[in-house]
């Protein structure tokens, strides 16, 4: 249920689902949706060419709604909806859509906050009595904006085991309640898919309904959208979509999540038409007053005064410098991308049931955007920079207490790496603005008066920016593989459990050790020891364990600063 879409712990996660409601007829009230009249041909040509170049035929593909002004410049499926019958997309089917689930659960809450039945500034202790807040007042607002300090529980370790496993509510608030906080509430922005089913949690309480009723009701039937709902596996839902990932062995069906789990954080399912209506019932106050809509979509600003670009289930940003409002999600096996520039009455929504590949939909949903208001986005031109230019920003960044950001130079070219992440070269706007390919963040550098290096910023399209001082700290050693015998590297051959349904496979071809976690490329690992093994693409070590005979029993995953224990299977 992640913004940034499904992830699982350090290595995937999910964002958000839906709410299950039959799919029948429209009631009289339904909001109309967008009408089908053709866009320009050139823009319509240009979507169509970006989007089939990302989702190839006889893969997992995508649906895609493009409107402007209430008219459809795009409408289309694209690749495979199921690739055991060869059913190709059609932009009608339903698709889970993980953490878009966010915006409607901050709806129902800006409902019951008109209809006076709470307020945003609410302790939420005045609804959930005995919720421990270690001495803070978290308010239910601090649950919208992602800035209670309460941790979320999909970036938990513990909860990897419980993916089958159908909970009650309470018992899922038990996962994470317990936990010491992040952060003091409002000191700090963390994406949180605990605040989010606490938040359902409310909406149960003070409305004496199911969380999927009161959405069903009071949102979809209204607006007419007869292919949204909370998602149960179980039900038979016309058009539903499965979800698929990637491994060496090719396509394969996403694991099983029970979906209790995402509950009002991104249980939801949706169809691209039902978004499109959602839009259009946005420029209206037919669920919300003007004045609630746009409170949900103002910043939240922490105790320091930055801000958060992040508001209530939607988040803020910018497509080629107009205000844009936005929010993905990710579920195993789906990942999708909402996108709505409202001072061009644009609106832009993606459901893909595939959780990899690249380019990412955020990425496309921000492009399509733009060529819909005739201004399509460059791929921007490196500028060459001096040696003296480059060694000035090499370092070592601190993030916080735990993360950093290190800067390198191989000749030419300049590295960033973030605590637990990818090395990726960055390449030059300026001396001090750098971006990525493929990638809309920039690193901007900072400096003093005297012109010394002193910070470096990472800029994305999402949440605040992130600041990282400079250090003295000297730039760590890249580390140097040792050679091990065959014998010993096949010792370590097999598979490993990190999770049900979530396993790293190690194999051993020619000289190299290799490594493949379920849904993600084969990686090379290198040894450092006879035990302890690190990657080169991404800041992660591997310590195996053995038993007192010294056979090998499991392994220890140290990414992002977690520490995932895997018991050997195979």
């Known amino acids: 249920m992640m913004h940034r879409t499904c992830r699982r712990a350090t290595l995937h996660a999910f964002v958000a689902l839906a709410s299950l409601l039959s799919l029948g007829a429209a009631p009289a009230a339904a909001a109309p949706p967008p009408t089908t009249e053709p866009g320009p041909a050139p823009a319509a040509r240009a979507m169509d060419a970006l989007l089939s170049a990302a989702f190839k035929p006889g893969e997992p593909g995508a649906a895609v709604i493009v409107a402007k002004d209430g008219k459809v410049l795009l409408r289309k499926g694209y690749g495979m909806a199921s690739l055991e019958l060869g059913v190709r997309v059609d932009p009608g089917m339903v698709f889970r859509v993980g953490s878009v689930t966010k915006q409607f659960t901050a709806t129902a809450i800006l409902m019951l906050a008109e209809e006076g039945k709470l307020r945003l500034d609410d302790p939420i202790t005045n609804f959930l009595p005995g919720y421990p807040t270690h001495g803070q007042t978290i308010t239910i607002e601090h649950l919208l904006t992602h800035t209670s300090g309460i941790k979320s529980y999909t970036d938990m370790p513990e909860w990897l085991p419980l ?14 309640k317990d936990q010491p906080a992040d952060f003091a509430p409002g000191e700090k922005w963390a994406y949180d898919n605990s605040g989010y089913v606490l938040l359902g949690a409310i909406i149960e309480k003070v409305s004496g309904r199911p969380y999927a009723d009161f959405v069903r009701d009071r949102i979809f039937v209204p607006l007419g959208m007869t292919h949204t709902c909370y ?3 179980e039900s038979v839902v016309p058009g539903r979509v499965p979800g698929y990932l990637k491994d060496a062995g090719g396509w394969k069906h996403a694991q099983y999540l029970s979906m209790t789990q995402p509950y009002a954080a991104g249980s939801l399912m949706s169809s691209v038409d039902d978004l499109a209506r959602w839009d ?15 409170r949900a979509w103002t910043p939240y600003v922490l105790k320091d005064g930055k801000s958060t670009g992040y508001g209530y289930g939607w988040t803020m940003s910018a497509v080629r410098g107009r205000p844009s409002i936005e929010h993905g999600g990710g579920i195993n096996g789906f990942v999708s991308q909402t996108l709505r520039l409202p001072g061009h009455h644009v609106y832009v929504a993606i459901l893909t049931n595939r959780e990899t590949g690249q380019p990412s ?25 001096t040696a003296s230019q480059m060694d000035a920003l090499v370092g ?18 300049l590295f960033s790496q973030r605590s637990g992440g990818v090395k990726r070269e960055i390449f030059a706007l300026s001396p001090t603005e750098f971006y990525l390919k493929d990638s809309f963040t920039r690193l901007v550098f900072e400096k003093d ?6 910070s470096a910023t990472a800029k994305a399209r999402y949440g605040p920016p992130e ?31 990190l999770a049900p349904g979530f396993v790293l496979a190690v194999t051993h071809e020619g000289d190299s050790l290799m490594t493949q976690a379920t849904g993600q490329d ?46 050997k299977i195979e």
Do not use: C
């Open 163 to 176: 993916w089958r496993k159908d909970m009650p509510l309470d018992s899922l608030i038990a996962v994470f």
């Open 231 to 233: 998602d149960t596996t």
């Open 280 to 294: 259009a019932a946005l420029y209206t106050e037919k669920l919300l007053k003007r004045a609630s809509l746009e």
């Open 361 to 385: 939909p955020e990425r496309l949903a921000a492009q399509l955007a733009a060529i819909a208001i005739g201004n399509p986005y460059a791929e921007p031109k490196p500028v060459a920079l």
């Open 396 to 413: 070592v960044y601190r993030i916080n207490e735990k993360e950093q950001r290190v800067i390198r130079r191989d000749g030419d070219r």
């Open 449 to 454: 008066s005297g012109g010394k290096v002193v």
């Open 467 to 497: 600041v990282a001082p400079k250090t003295d700290l000297p730039v760590p050693i890249e580390r140097a593989a040792v050679t091990l015998a065959p014998d010993v590297l096949d010792r370590y051959v097999g598979k490993y459990e």
């Open 522 to 567: 084969k990686v090379e690992i290198f040894a450092e020891s006879e035990t302890r093994f690190y990657l080169k693409v991404v800041d992660a070590q591997i310590d195996f364990e053995k038993d007192a005979g010294g056979k090998v029993t499991g392994l220890v995953l140290h990414q992002g600063g977690q520490d995932l224990k895997a018991k």
